[in-house]
């Protein structure tokens, strides 16, 4: 199992590239790493204030595992997704839920996103919007609005 400080490193190499390619206008000097129960991420939205955001890699557990050509596939995103949705988070600042990909999983962007929707509209959840970083670009998902 990876360890809480890998899982940080990974997520704070990866959110410069979200910020990158969404051309968000995040202050990348306000970003922050945060510890439980507060989201991963603490930044400065130029013009939205501060905001949060909880961050998940959808990754399939034979990628992660594997050390064999051949390898069996599952979907992970039902047991991910509903794992972020039903956490408790300690934040003053608007969360937003981030998925990203990081080449452990196969599902086209396409897919990813029709089966990550459901889950946002269908759940009561604290998240106002929901992005993903995929394979081909960044994607926002949801919007509470």
């Given at each position: 199992?990876?360890?809480?400080?890998?899982?940080g490193k990974r997520?704070?190499?990866?959110?410069?590239?979200?910020?990158?390619?969404?051309?968000?206008?995040?202050?990348?000097?306000?970003?922050?790493?945060?510890?439980?129960?507060?989201?991963?991420?603490?930044?400065?939205?130029?013009?939205?204030?501060?905001?949060?955001?909880?961050?998940?890699?959808?990754?399939?557990?034979?990628f992660a595992k594997?050390?064999?050509?051949?390898?069996?596939?599952?979907?992970?995103?039902?047991?991910?997704?509903?794992?972020?949705?039903?956490?408790?988070?300690?934040?003053?600042?608007?969360?937003?839920?981030?998925?990203?990909?990081?080449?452990?999983?196969?599902?086209?962007?396409?897919?990813?996103?029709?089966?990550?929707?459901?889950?946002?509209?269908?759940?009561?959840?604290?998240?106002?919007?929901?992005?993903?970083?995929?394979?081909?670009?960044?994607?926002?998902v949801w919007n509470?609005?």
């Amino acid at each position: 199992m990876t360890s809480e400080r890998q899982k940080g490193k990974r997520e704070m190499a990866v959110f410069p590239r979200f910020l990158e390619t969404s051309h968000l206008p995040i202050d990348p000097d306000s970003v922050e790493k945060r510890s439980p129960p507060e989201p991963d991420i603490h930044c400065r939205h130029r013009s939205e204030g501060s905001v949060a955001f909880e961050l998940v890699e959808l990754c399939d557990p034979s990628f992660a595992k594997a050390s064999e050509a051949y390898l069996r596939t599952s979907d992970p995103l039902p047991q991910i997704i509903s794992s972020k949705l039903r956490r408790k988070y300690q934040s003053e600042a608007p969360i937003e839920l981030f998925c990203y990909t990081a080449g452990r999983i196969i599902t086209p962007d396409n897919v990813l996103l029709q089966a990550i929707k459901p889950y946002l509209r269908s759940r009561r959840h604290i998240f106002r919007r929901a992005w993903l970083l995929g394979h081909k670009g960044v994607y926002l998902v949801w919007n509470k609005d």
